[in-house]
C-alpha cells in the first residue's frame, strides 16, 4: 500500500503541502513515494510470532563482499498505524549509499499499549544483531533511525537500557541514532492518541526519552522542521540540550528551515530530496559513526 493512501498524519500532510508543489511539476505524491523494487534483501522475514512481527531487509548491490554498516529504521504513525511497506522509499535510499537497511512492522494500538511497541523494536533488534550476517551486514555496526513516533520508539531503544538488557542486548551494540521530528518531552498526555498509547503507563516520566539523556549514551542526531506543528521543534532541541548536560560525547541537531513534520521523512525519497539535505546529513553523520567498518 502507497503513503499517499495510508491514513496517517504524514499522509495528509503530503497531501496538503506536497502534492500541490509535485502536481506543478507533473509528478503525484504516490510517485514520489511509491514503493521500491527490493531487488536485493528479502522481504516479510519474520521475528516474532505475530503477524505483525516482520521485516524487510534491503541490501546494497555491488559494492564488494565486505560487510555493511546497518540501519534499523522505525516508521510514526502515532503508535496507531503504518506498514513497511509503505517507507520503502527509506530502504531504496538508503541501501543505494551503502547501508544495509531494515524496517519492520510492530504491533499497534489499540492492539496494544505502552511499552509493547518500543519491545517489540528490542525482539527484531535482537534478530538483526543474530542474522544480519546472512544479508552482509555488520552486526557490530548497528544504527537506529526513526521518524515522528518511530523516532521515539528508536530513541527510548537507545537511551532507556532495560529494552535492549530484556533481549540481551547492551547500549554497546546500538553504533548511532538518528531521530527525524520525533516526540521526546511530551508530558502531560493531553491528546486522545497519547491517552491511549500511554494512559496505562504506571509511571508517567518513564515514558519520556528526555528522563534517560546519558553520559554514555552513543552519538545522536536530531533533526526537525521549523514548521513541525504536529512535533513541535522543542523536543529535539529540549533532548538535545538534556544530553548535552549529561556529558553524551557527540549530540547534533538540525532545524531545517521550511519543513513540516512529514518533510524529514518525505525528503529521503529520491523525488523529493529537493526539500531540505536530510539523506545527505545523516548518511554524513552514519559514515562518521561507523568509519571502521566503512573503511572512509
Known amino acids: 500500500m502507497l503513503l499517499c493512501t495510508e491514513p496517517t498524519i504524514t499522509t495528509r500532510i503530503v497531501r496538503r503541502t506536497i502534492a500541490p508543489l509535485l ?31 516482520r521485516m524487510d531487509i534491503y541490501v546494497p548491490s555491488g559494492g564488494g563482499s565486505a560487510p555493511k554498516p546497518v540501519v534499523f529504521f522505525i516508521y510514526g504513525g502515532s503508535w496507531a498505524n503504518g506498514a513497511k511497506d509503505t517507507y520503502s522509499f527509506v530502504g531504496d535510499a538508503l541501501s543505494a549509499r551503502g547501508f544495509v537497511t531494515v524496517i519492520a512492522d510492530y504491533r499497534l494500538i489499540p492492539e496494544v499499549r505502552f511499552p509493547t511497541f518500543i519491545e517489540d523494536g528490542a525482539q527484531a533488534l535482537r534478530f538483526v544483531r543474530d542474522n544480519i550476517a546472512r544479508f552482509g551486514g555488520a552486526p557490530e555496526a548497528i544504527h537506529l ?15 532507556d ?21 520525533g516526540p521526546y518531552d511530551f508530558l502531560p498526555f493531553d491528546i ?20 534517560f539523556a546519558r553520559r554514555d549514551a552513543p552519538p545522536v542526531f536530531l533533526a526537525t522542521g521549523s514548521e513541525d506543528t504536529t512535533v ?3 523536543n529535539s ?8 548536560e549529561a556529558g553524551a560525547r557527540s549530540v547534533s541537531l538540525k532545524v531545517y528551515q521550511g519543513l513540516g513534520h512529514a518533510g524529514t521523512a518525505t525528503s529521503l525519497s529520491r523525488i523529493l530530496q529537493w526539500q531540505a539535505p536530510v539523506l545527505d546529513d545523516v548518511v554524513v553523520f552514519l559514515k562518521t559513526s561507523t568509519r571502521p567498518v566503512m573503511g572512509t
Not at 27 to 53: E, F, I, K
Not at 162 to 180: E, K
Not at 192 to 211: H, L, M, S
Open 161 to 181: 537500557q532495560r529494552y535492549l538488557a530484556s533481549v540481551g542486548m547492551r547500549g554497546g551494540d546500538i553504533r548511532s541514532m538518528v531521530g527525524l521530528s
Open 232 to 234: 513541535l521543534p522543542h
Open 237 to 244: 532541541e529540549r533532548l538535545a540540550l538534556a544530553l548535552r
Open 192 to 211: 486522545d492518541v497519547t491517552k491511549e498509547a500511554f494512559g496505562n503507563a504506571r509511571d508517567p516520566a518513564r515514558t519520556q526519552p528526555i528522563n
Open 145 to 159: 533511525m526513526g521518524h515522528s513516533a518511530g523516532a521515539y520508539n528508536a530513541m527510548m531503544l537507545t537511551l
Open 23 to 53: 502536481a506543478g511539476l507533473g509528478l503525484s505524491a504516490c510517485a514520489a513515494l511509491r514503493p521500491g523494487r527490493l531487488t536485493n534483501g528479502a522481504r516479510d522475514v519474520a521475528y516474532g510470532p505475530h503477524p505483525r512481527q
